[in-house]
């Protein structure tokens, strides 16, 4: 009986330590936890850091607090970098203090938070998770396992889109890998909060770009790829993260800003690898901006080289006119097509990326949007 007891006080991990749920909340990460018994007692678990950038998000952080400490992953560096929040989350971080590094001050926004906390970190794998959103339960003890595989650079998982109430909204299949390394470039999109990375590749690639204010991690994710290449990318189907869409958010707020960064590094990227000249391929980006794609390009130059066949610049178009059509850029549209009309017979593509965006009412979305572009009207 005696040993029983003991038994399960050593089973037991941070719930029965960490302070009592808010408003008396139930189920993960509240009152649930990652089991201790279920880690494997003879697999060396590589340490993880997460950093998490902070700033006025006291509704929502100690949520995503819980969700990192009751994961009870074996070898965790949790460090939060807050910019100076004015609302309830430095009583927060003061409550879970023990079990976390934290510091409040001014930063220059999100990629510099995450920079500080890169300074700071020891770990062997890294990620950051934003304020507003929160981990699966079980999802570092998969990312502790997967990295026990020397080839793996790379770890991508599946996401959950969930509302501001945390209802599910549907679930993203996490970061798009292409056949090869030239396509999975030219998507130049992450899935952020289910992409973890050794930090051996991190260290070769340099801080986040504060240029950049909406994708500097598509940018990272960039130099990653050029760095590792595609096959050192473990793709899984597991959900990590819970990302979470409220009237705050910068997804639901600055879609535009979305794009305009999306435009600047496909016109990076296409011009990197093709070097050629701008009648060649258009984005209708200001001076500013094309001076902005022109440093970024600048700064792969110490990377490998990847050599891009002919074939791709329809993918390059493809790319560009699916963000101009998602977001009624109708004159961008037309200018692809005038500049590359095979956009007309390779629809299939980009129709498909677009179903997924808009299941509902697509024929009467496509049906509007295509005659702005074609007939103008």
């Known amino acids: 009986m005696e040993s029983n007891i003991l038994q399960s006080k050593k089973n037991k991990g941070l719930l029965s330590k960490l302070p009592p749920p808010a408003n008396k909340k139930t189920g993960w990460p509240w009152t649930v936890e990652t089991p201790l018994p279920e ?29 990192v400490l009751l994961q009870n992953y074996p070898n965790l560096e949790y460090i939060i970098l807050d910019g100076g929040s004015t609302d309830q ?50 999802a570092l003890k ?3 396992e997967v990295f026990g595989v020397p080839d793996i650079q790379i ?6 889109m969930v509302s501001e109430a945390g ?36 260290q070769q690639t340099a801080f986040l770009r504060k240029d950049l204010l909406y994708l500097f991690d598509a940018e990272w994710w960039l130099r990653l790829v050029m760095l590792a290449g595609r096959d050192a990318v473990y793709k ?32 990076a990227l296409y011009f990197y690898f093709y070097k050629k000249t701008e009648a060649n391929f258009t984005l209708n980006l200001s001076e500013e901006e094309k001076k902005l794609a022109k440093r970024i390009q600048e ?15 329809n993918v390059f178009y493809e790319e560009a006119f699916f963000h101009a059509f998602v977001h009624y850029d109708y004159d961008l549209c037309r200018a ?37 572009i074609i007939y103008n009207k």
């Open 236 to 267: 899984d189907k597991l959900i990590i993260d819970n990302f979470r869409l409220h009237e705050d958010s910068k997804t639901m707020n600055y879609g535009l800003e979305f794009y305009r960064e999306k435009r600047i590094l496909l016109y």
């Open 39 to 67: 880690y494997d007692p003879d697999h060396v678990y590589p340490k993880i850091s997460i950093i998490t950038p902070s700033y006025n998000q006291g509704e929502f952080i100690e949520q995503t607090i819980r969700s």
């Open 155 to 160: 770890y991508a998982g599946r996401e959950r």
């Open 142 to 144: 998969r990312i502790g």
């Open 89 to 138: 989350t430095i009583e927060i971080l003061k409550k879970y203090t023990p079990w976390i590094s934290w510091i409040s001050e001014k930063d220059e926004g999100q990629a510099d938070a995450i920079n500080k906390g890169l300074l700071k970190c020891t770990g062997q794998v890294f990620n950051w998770i934003n304020s507003d959103d929160w981990y699966e339960p079980g």
């Open 299 to 313: 700064s792969w130059k110490s990377l490998p080289s990847t050599t891009f066949n002919k074939k791709y610049v």
């Open 167 to 202: 209802k599910e909204l549907s679930i993203h299949p996490g970061t798009p890998l292409g056949k090869d390394i030239q396509e999975t470039l030219i998507y130049s999109q992450i899935n952020q909060p289910a992409t973890f990375v050794r930090m051996a590749l991190l």
């Open 336 to 372: 692809l097509i005038s500049k590359n009309p095979k956009l007309l017979l390779s629809s299939r593509r980009w129709v498909k990326k677009i179903i997924v965006l808009f299941p509902r009412g697509i024929v009467k979305f496509l049906r509007k949007t295509w005659n702005k």
